[in-house]
């Protein structure tokens, strides 16, 4: 599937489930889990540290990938297959706050879905082929790969929003 599909597909899968939801309710969730606010939070953190890092990139010559085996086996079952590993724990720097304002990590997770956009349009094919940021389990992922690994951490992530709102409702 091509970045643009997916990066068109992070706010249909992570906010549209919140719609009419009250704000009282972004805060509420099962004890020992994260709040809707927190999930969405998590995840804008991870898709703006690493369209900054892309940024940050953004004049560097080519880059040759860096990775152990493992990784590459890791990346492959990941991105290829499509089997985003629920059981890992959040980086410390991707943790969410306690108890975030709705308002503002909605913005945050559009304004860094905005950020890959604008590098997808700026940036030659080959120039996202070519220019990695590490990840710390999959190795060095280049731009689309980046992409598909939000668009799987989304997808996860929007089950989990999809089970408080149920919960919530109950």
Known sequence: MKVSHHLARFEPLVLHPLHGLEEADWHRAPDGKW???????????GIDLVGRSFEELAGEPPMERQCKPHQ??????TLGVGHYP?????????????????????????MAVAQYKELDAAWPAER???????????????????????????????????????????
């Open 72 to 77: 590459g086996v890791l990346r492959q079952l």
């Open 128 to 170: 996202k082929l070519a220019v990695f940021v590490p990840h710390p389990l999959l190795g060095d992922l280049n731009f689309p790969e980046w992409v598909r690994f939000h668009f799987l951490h989304c997808r996860h992530h929007a089950g989990e929003i999809r089970r408080r709102v149920s919960w919530l409702r109950e």
């Open 35 to 45: 709040n809707i606010a927190q999930i969405v939070q998590h995840v804008a953190i």
């Open 86 to 110: 629920g059981t890992l724990k959040a980086l410390p720097h991707a943790k969410p706050d306690p108890e975030p304002e709705p308002e503002l990590v909605t913005a945050q997770f559009r």
